[in-house]
């Protein structure tokens, strides 16, 4: 892995926190190399990794429905804020702006000053024709089989019994198998329909606790078990199927539900809501993400299993730790848990608290120059469309912005005053803009010499040339960085 140390960037995560990549999958950001990809808007790629040794408090960010997230405090994140009506009712949210992570609000800190975060919508939706030939030798298979596993169409019944996999299933290296409860006959007969209905046999074999059923087919097994993984922890959602269209993810939730889920109802019968736990993080952040592209918000949380006796037998979970996922209908449709429009969710911070920390944390730069985790976050790079306006004043001081640099000569940039005027410099130096008196501010470039040789400038101007030359000098001589890509990160 390519790890830059870059000790000047405070915008940062520990250790063990996941980015969302191009993939759809949530991958530990120590992990994360360049040139892979991650999501932003859209996908991009990884320009650079920063690494650094920190030690002190991290701020975490719960928001409502999401597991929580630590960043460093001076991480920043994209934010609105909601609009009161006589402090009784949301009437809808602020323009986006950028905050630091130490002064985010959650609604435990103010009910009425809270931030929310923002998760981009997944848009796209196709049809799904998959390739199965790779997982077996084409030659050797007839050429009406070999077509059929070329064009491979995931339809619903196909996508159903992707969702009973991911709960009741594993493989060995000829078989796709789905284990039930004694009591599961209406299950059973379910999964049969569903691998009778894309043309393969299956076995059934009945135990003292259990009933298995298998489907017969090494390409089918291997197919299973690269793209849904195998063994409970390492369950996962394959990226095609967030490309699906919503009826195709409505058939898998339905699968995954029948076999792993809990449905409860009110007393008149109306579906109130449903659970799903698992060991797989992976998997429950995977399966939120898909309940939010059918309309459908759920709420993740993680929670400490306690064993169990399961016909006779003590089952204890490997780590304690056990992932959950639940929905319930809102009652009250005046409020506001969420808002959404076409592009975003936007969920209210709900808790934000300290830790301490000791260890490295890790930040990329992305052609975007944000990344989700799953909401968005800047990156350590240079300004994002969205950025205001004051995030291009990098320089410590309010009358300084970096525009051009030299390992011997820097240039500035200063504003004028409302009067047009510029304290101690001379009149020949001053730039072309709007008449003294306008009140628009004239910008002037001021070259350091002439900066530094000025009592009013010395002392700032001497304080920010040692710090960039050293922060220069370090990245050059490492060959890190050129002088063009210093120079985009900078403004």
């Not at 780590?319 to 005046?334: A, Q």
């Amino acid at each position: 892995m390519t790890i830059v140390e870059y000790v000047t960037c405070p915008l940062c995560l520990p250790v063990g926190e996941k980015v969302l990549n191009a993939d759809f999958q949530y991958v530990n950001i120590s992990k994360i190399d360049v040139k892979d990809k991650v999501l932003g808007l859209s996908e991009q790629k990884v320009i650079r990794t920063l690494k650094r040794p920190y030690k002190g408090e991290v701020i975490v960010i719960k928001p409502k429905y999401l597991l929580p997230v630590r960043l460093t405090p001076e991480h920043e994140v994209l934010v609105r804020k909601a609009i009161w009506k006589n402090h009784d009712k949301q009437i809808g949210l602020t323009e986006l702006f950028w905050i630091k992570a130490k002064n985010i609000v959650s609604t435990h800190d103010d009910n009425y000053s809270h931030h929310f975060v923002i998760i981009p919508k997944i848009k796209i939706e196709k049809d799904i024709y998959l390739d199965l030939t790779k997982y077996t030798k084409p030659y050797l298979l007839p050429n009406e089989y070999r077509k059929k596993l070329h064009d491979f169409h995931v339809n619903e019944y196909v996508s159903e019994l992707f969702g009973w996999y991911l709960a009741e299933g594993h493989t060995s290296e000829k078989e796709v198998f789905f284990s039930l409860g004694k009591h599961e006959e209406e299950n059973k007969k379910r999964i049969i329909e569903l691998i009778d209905s894309i043309g393969y046999k299956s076995r059934i074999t009945d135990t003292v606790t259990r009933i298995q059923i298998s489907l017969q087919s090494r390409i089918m097994a291997r197919f299973f078990r690269e793209n849904f993984g195998q063994g409970a922890r390492n369950k996962k959602v394959p990226p095609f199927m967030f490309y699906a269209k919503k009826r195709i993810i409505e058939s898998l939730i339905k699968g995954y539900l029948a076999g792993d889920g809990h449905y409860e109802y009110y007393g008149d019968g109306e579906l109130k809501g449903f659970r799903v736990n698992s060991v797989s993080e992976q998997l429950i952040r995977q399966i939120q993400l898909l309940l939010l592209k059918i309309g459908i918000v759920a709420s993740a949380y993680s929670s400490h299993t306690t064993p169990s006796i399961i016909n006779g037998r003590l089952i204890k979970g490997k780590d304690g730790i056990r992932y959950n996922l639940s929905f319930y209908k809102r009652r009250n449709k005046e409020r506001h848990e969420y808002w959404e429009d076409s592009d975003f969710y936007y969920f209210p911070v709900r808790k934000r608290w300290m830790e301490y920390y000791e260890g490295y944390v890790y930040n990329l730069t992305t052609e975007e120059n944000i990344f989700l985790v799953p909401f968005i976050v800047h990156n350590c790079g240079s300004n994002h469309p969205w950025s205001s306006e004051a995030r291009r004043l990098r320089s410590g001081n309010p009358y300084f912005q970096w525009v051009n640099y030299d390992l011997n000569t820097f240039e500035f940039i200063q504003l004028r005053d409302a009067r047009g005027k510029v304290p101690g410099v001379h009149p020949d130096r001053r730039g072309k803009g709007s008449a003294p008196g306008q009140g628009i501010p004239k910008v002037d470039v001021i070259h350091l010499p002439d900066a530094v040789n000025h009592p009013v400038y010395r002392d700032a101007v001497e304080s920010f040339k040692h710090r960039i030359l050293d922060i220069v000098r370090q990245l050059i001589e490492l060959n890190i960085i050129t002088r063009e890509e210093l120079m985009r990160i900078i403004r």
